[in-house]
């Protein structure tokens, strides 16, 4: 317990819906240091003492903290991390803070429960632009804006990114994430090209000619963004299918490529590589 720190927000969305009244914070809804092994919650009992408070329960582990069960929720569509003492009489709504780390232990949990996974094999790849080395072990895919100002950003920490480690490879896949008519027509100008040049010049502001064929692969790729409940640019989905939307710098991408097995083939269809 010393360890760590409760902050409590009494208008969190729990208390919000079930009042009050409903949740307290008491010394006595700890445990009495008694081992664990002798205290048990199943989903089911979790179930029934939330029933009416939460839409549904997911999951229910022990806490890191001594004395909790962390209880994973839907409410309002929201996927929550909850916290039951082993009394089961009081739930506990907020942050869990590790002093020592200074880490946000419920924010992370929230994190990981809310993750969207897509299948990457089929994805497919046939119009995208290649940064990196198309044939490299562990590939990326990178859903993107060419009117995106943190697209640009992250496009310099991509190069970074392969500057040092040359396994990686970034299949970026343009289109209008608000489909707004100009982007999508500067997203065909560059797919007909298969021009990384071009897609820079657009991340600088330069005008593009207009595109030299015919293709639907940005409005493919909306509608794909979509289906992967993507919402905004960049967004990119790792080799073990997570999708993470927005600008990371090089390190943070390494690092979430450290956490994600390779994707094998890379995707489902043919890979062509950008000029």
Same mark, same amino acid.
């Given at each position: 317990?010393?360890?760590?720190?409760?902050?409590?927000?009494?208008?969190?969305?729990?208390?919000?819906?079930?009042?009050? %009244?409903?949740?307290?914070?008491?010394?006595? &809804?700890?445990?009495?240091?008694?081992?664990?092994?002798?205290?048990?919650?199943?989903?089911?009992?979790?179930?029934?003492?939330?029933?009416?408070?939460?839409?549904?329960?997911?999951?229910?582990?022990?806490?890191?903290?001594?004395?909790?069960?962390?209880?994973?929720?839907?409410?309002?569509?929201?996927?929550?991390?909850?916290?039951?003492?082993?009394?089961? +009489?009081?739930?506990?709504?907020?942050?869990?803070?590790?002093?020592?780390?200074?880490?946000?232990?419920?924010?992370?949990?929230?994190?990981?429960?809310?993750? @969207?996974?897509?299948?990457?094999?089929?994805?497919?790849?046939?119009?995208?632009? @290649?940064? &990196?080395?198309?044939?490299?072990?562990?590939?990326?895919?990178?859903?993107?804006?060419?009117?995106?100002?943190?697209?640009?950003?992250?496009?310099?920490?991509?190069?970074?990114?392969?500057?040092? +480690?040359?396994?990686?490879?970034?299949?970026?896949?343009?289109?209008?994430?608000?489909?707004?008519?100009?982007?999508?027509?500067?997203?065909?100008?560059?797919?007909? *090209? +298969?021009?990384?040049?071009?897609?820079?010049?657009?991340?600088?502001?330069?005008?593009?000619?207009?595109? *030299?064929?015919?293709?639907?692969?940005?409005?493919?790729?909306?509608?794909?963004? &979509?289906?992967?409940?993507?919402?905004?640019?960049?967004?990119?989905?790792?080799?073990?299918?997570?999708?993470?939307?927005?600008?990371?710098?090089?390190?943070?991408?390494?690092?979430?490529?450290?956490?994600?097995?390779?994707?094998?083939?890379? %995707?489902?269809?043919?890979?062509?590589?950008?000029?």
């Amino acid at each position: 317990m010393k360890s760590l720190l409760f902050r409590l927000s009494l208008a969190a969305l729990l208390l919000a819906s079930a009042g009050t %009244g409903a949740f307290a914070f008491m010394k006595e &809804g700890y445990g009495s240091g008694e081992c664990k092994d002798c205290h048990s919650l199943t989903r089911e009992e979790a179930g029934k003492l939330l029933a009416g408070i939460v839409d549904n329960v997911l999951n229910v582990e022990e806490s890191p903290v001594q004395g909790l069960w962390v209880v994973d929720i839907v409410k309002g569509g929201r996927k929550i991390p909850i916290y039951i003492d082993y009394s089961k +009489k009081y739930v506990l709504s907020g942050q869990v803070l590790h002093l020592g780390t200074k880490a946000d232990l419920t924010a992370e949990r929230m994190r990981k429960l809310n993750e @969207v996974k897509a299948d990457f094999s089929r994805i497919p790849l046939e119009d995208a632009l @290649v940064v &990196g080395n198309p044939s490299a072990k562990r590939k990326v895919v990178v859903f993107s804006d060419p009117d995106c100002h943190y697209c640009a950003m992250l496009h310099g920490e991509l190069k970074t990114v392969i500057e040092k +480690k040359p396994d990686v490879a970034f299949f970026v896949k343009l289109y209008s994430r608000n489909n707004d008519p100009a982007s999508m027509e500067k997203a065909k100008s560059i797919i007909c *090209a +298969k021009s990384l040049a071009l897609l820079e010049g657009a991340y600088a502001g330069k005008p593009l000619p207009p595109a *030299a064929c015919r293709t639907d692969a940005p409005g493919q790729t909306l509608k794909l963004a &979509g289906q992967l409940n993507i919402q905004g640019t960049p967004a990119l989905v790792l080799p073990d299918g997570r999708v993470m939307t927005g600008y990371r710098k090089a390190d943070a991408l390494m690092e979430l490529l450290a956490e994600s097995a390779p994707s094998g083939a890379g %995707g489902g269809r043919k890979e062509e590589s950008s000029r």
